[in-house]
C-alpha cells in the first residue's frame, strides 16, 4: 500500500457528487501530480485525506491510518490547503508560533521554517500586508514546522509568480529526493510537468488516469516528437521503417508522429544516428489531460 | 491537551482584538461606578451608604460579561472568517480537544476579564466612598459577593460565546444576535414575563451579584449561579458537538 491510499472514496454534499468512487495511491519518495480541471473534486478529495471533511464512504489513509489517528501528525503530514488561512493581523512569527506550540514542537521552529520558504525578513510583519505569494510561502513554512515525511499541497503555485513557481519546482524535486512523498494539485498540467513523477487525473470526481508522464504521451496517437539531427534524411528513412509517420522534415529537424520519444530514441541508437535535440510536445501532454477531462466524467 | 490550550492562550495574545474589549470591558466599569455612585440617593436610588448601593457599585464589573461573551463568539468564529480552523484542525485532527482548549482559555481570559474589572472598581470606589465616608472592607460578604460574581459571571459568559460561536459560525451575524439578546430580548422577556426572565442568563447572573431590582423578580444568588453554569455547560455541549461533526470546506 502507498504512502497515500484512497480507496473508493466517495463524497456527496446533497445532491452533489464531488468524489465518486475513487481510488489510487501515493509511493514513497515521489512527487504526484494530482490534476483534473476546478470542480473535478481535487479539494474535497484532498480534505477528506485531511480529516476535514468526512467521506460518504470509502476510505482515505496516509501512512496507513486515517489522518485523524496519527499520532503527532504535524510531524508526518504538512498539508498547505488555501492561501487564505490566516489572521491579517497576526505577525508572521505568532502565526507559525501557533501552530509549532499546538503540535507540541518547539516555538523557534517557527523561525527556521520562514527560513525554509525564504521569508525570515518578513517575520514580524503582520500577515493581513502579505502578497498571494507570500502567503502560499507562509503556508508552506507551516507545513514543514514539524519535519514532515508527507506534503500534501493544494493549488500551490496559485499566485507565484515565475520566480516562486521555479522556487516551488525546486523545493519539491529535493524534497523527494530526500525520500519524501508529495501530492500536489494542480489545474495545469504544464505547472507540474516538469516537477511530478506520476500524475493522478480525475475529472467530474472520478478517477481517469493514474501513470507516469511518458505513459500519459504513449496513450496519445497524436504525440508529436521533434528530433534534430545532422542525418535528418537518414533519420525520417528509419522512423519511417519503424512505423513511424513523419509529419514534414525541415533542415535538421524531424517531426514524428504516432511514436513516442522512447521509440524515437531506440531507433536512432539502433541504427547509429546521432541527435542533438528531442522534445516531446509539451502541447500535445495539454491536450492528452483536456481529452481525458472532458471526456472522463462522460462516462455513465 | 495542555499544547492546545497554550496554543490558543497564544492565539488571543497575538491579535489586538481582546486587548480592546479588554479596554472597553474596563471603561464600562468605570462609568458604571461612576454612574452608580453620582446617582445614589436619587430618583428612588438606594442611598450610597446602603448594602444595595454598595452592591451595585461594586458589580459594576458585571459589564464585562458582553464582553467576553464577544470574546468566545471571536474565537470560534474567527476561525472560520479567516480560513485558521483549517490550520487548527489540522495540528489537532481530534476536534472536541480544539473545543475543550478553546473554552479553557476563555474561560481563564473571562477570569483575567472579570478579575481586572473588579480591581478597576475598587480602585475608583474605594476611595470615592472612603471620602463619602462610607467605609468599604475589602474582606466582608458585601464586597466578596459582587466581586466573585463579576469574575465568574465574565468567565461563563465567555464559555456561552463559545457555543454561540460554534451555533452561529458567521461572525457578525453571531455578535449581533448575542447583542440583540443581551440588549434587547431579554430585557423584553424580563418586561413581560418576568417569571421566565429570571432564569435567562442576564437574570441569573444579576441573581448571583445579589443585585436589587425595583420589583425584585430574581432567583435566589446560589440559584442565579446554578442556573449560569448550566447555560455555560450547555453552550459548551452544543459548540463542541456542532464543531466536531461539520465538515469544514
Redesign the interface.
Known sequence: MGVISVQGLTKRFGAVVAVDALSFEVDTGSVTGFLGPNGAGKTTTLRILLGLVKPTAGRATILGQPYVELTHPSRRVGAVLEASGHHPARRAVDHLRIAAVGAGLPPERAESALAAVGLEAAADRRVGGFSLGMRQRLGLAGALLGDPGVLILDEPANGLDPEGIHWLRGFLRSFADRGGTVLVSSHVLSEVAQTVDRVVIIARGRLVAAATLDELVDRTAVAAVQVRSEEAERLQEALTAGGAGIHHVDGDLVVVTGTTAKAVGRIAAATGIPIYEMTSDRANLEEVFLELTSSGGERP | MS??I??EL??LR????PYGLLGAALALTVLGVVGTILTAGRDGAPPIESTEAIRNVLGAGGTATIFTLVLGILVVT?EFR???I?????????RSRVVKAKLVAVLAAGFAFGALASLVTAVVSVPWLAAKDVSVSLLSADVAVPVLAVVASAALFGVIGVGVGALIRNQVAAIVVALLWQFVLESIVVGLLPDVGKWLPQGAARALAEETLADGNLLPPWAGGLVLLAYGAAFALIGTRLLVQR???
Open positions: 499544547d492546545l497554550r496554543a497564544l492565539k497575538t491579535t489586538r482584538v474567527g479567516h480560513g485558521t483549517t490550520q487548527t484542525f489540522l495540528v489537532a485532527p481530534i465538515d469544514v470546506t
